[in-house]
């Protein structure tokens, strides 16, 4: 790694969800950010130009609008090869999606991995690589709560097969060219200027304008809900700190909150958020969803300290308050 402590941090995906929060947070802490993002249009690009507006204009803020796939445009943007950390978000997210478009996920999560790996690999200054990984790797047969060391050999969804795909080239990129890389599994992170094609956000809007909600697998689902700022300490922390103890070139976490949430639980603190009943039509589980998640988050405790403390019934108010000013609903 380059410095002791990054001064410069490139980030993809820096209009996304996850990516404009991390932003603010190394911007915060004094630290120059290039963030590149290609603001596509998997959800209202209004919502990312919202939060990309909340970010320009602050000191030590730079931003490019590209595809990170394309490899050229990446290296050529402006301070992208000079970052002494990369934090790489960009990814074409969702489960469902992937169904319909599966080209989407080949083209951001497989080429756009490699790219970013190339970018590393060719920086003069060696920057720590923090990629986004999924929960999603575990498909439906591992044993909760998930720990790293599980085999993850089932994916149930293209999505997940790209995002352990990554682990995998990433892994083949230590071992060749000695990158230092963390891969970071996320475990469904919620709050303010999240994502629109989630559930947290679909029942919120639904409940407030009084349309029934869709309960997937007759509400027979856990996740592991993990409040934004919970993530974006861990993500910080593994992109400006050495772990706590030696560990291997490329480590693997699992970022979430070792705290499952029944459906049923995660419907009502949004129906008492915003002061209404659901009217709920049971369906069944959709393809490529898993019925369970739940993150063992002992490693990066041990390594980096990660210790997430927003509770489910502390974080969804707050999101709904954000979610009705925003909307004006
Ligand atoms: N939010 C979660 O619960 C969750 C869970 C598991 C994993 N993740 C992973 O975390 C990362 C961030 O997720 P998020 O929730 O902020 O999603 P997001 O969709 O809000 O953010 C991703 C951003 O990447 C950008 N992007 C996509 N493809 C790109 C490309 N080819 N070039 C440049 N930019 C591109 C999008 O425009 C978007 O702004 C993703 O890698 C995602 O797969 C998120």
């Known amino acids: 790694m380059g410095a002791d402590r990054p001064q410069h941090v490139l ?64 290296k050529a ?24 478009n599966p ?39 591992a044993t909760a709560p998930y720990s790293e060391s599980e085999r993850v050999d089932h994916p149930v969804s293209l999505y997940a097969a790209t995002k352990r795909s990554n682990e995998l080239i990433s892994e083949s990129y230590s071992k060749l060219y000695g990158l230092d890389q963390v891969g970071l599994r996320f475990f469904t992170v919620y709050g303010p200027w ?33 409040w934004i700022d919970d993530i974006v300490a ?23 909150n070792n705290r499952p949430v029944e459906l049923g639980r995660f419907i009502s603190a949004i129906e008492e958020a915003v002061g209404r009943k659901a009217e709920k039509i049971m369906a069944p589980m959709q393809p490529g969803d898993v019925r369970a998640t739940c993150a063992n988050i002992d490693a990066l405790k041990r390594d980096y300290g990660f210790s997430p403390s927003t509770r489910l019934e502390d974080g969804i108010p707050r999101f709904v308050r954000w979610y009705r000013d925003y909307t004006g609903t």
């Open 11 to 74: 980030l993809t995906g820096a209009a996304g969800f996850i990516g404009f929060h991390v932003a603010g947070a190394l911007l915060d802490a004094g630290i120059a950010v290039t963030g590149v993002d290609s603001l596509n249009d998997y959800y209202p690009v209004t919502l990312k130009t919202d939060r990309l507006a909340r970010l320009t204009g602050r000191s030590g803020f730079r931003f490019h609008h590209l595809d990170i796939a394309d490899h050229a445009a990446l």
């Open 77 to 100: 943007a402006e301070g992208a090869l000079q970052a002494d950390a990369v934090i790489h978000l960009a990814a074409q997210a969702g489960v469902r999606y992937s169904i319909d």
């Open 103 to 141: 080209f989407a996920y080949a083209q951001s999560n497989l080429v756009g991995h490699l790219s970013v790996l190339e970018l590393v690999r060719h920086s003069p200054a060696r920057p720590r690589l923090v990629y986004a990984s999924s929960s999603s790797v575990y498909g439906d047969t």
């Open 194 to 226: 999240g994502r629109p094609d989630m559930a947290y956000w679909t029942f919120t809007r639904d409940i407030i304008e009084g349309r029934p909600i869709r309960v997937f697998n007759n509400g027979q689902l856990e996740r592991d809900f993990t």
């Open 234 to 256: 861990g993500v910080v922390a593994t992109a400006l700190r050495a772990p706590a103890t030696p560990q291997p070139l490329h480590r693997v976490y699992n970022i979430g």
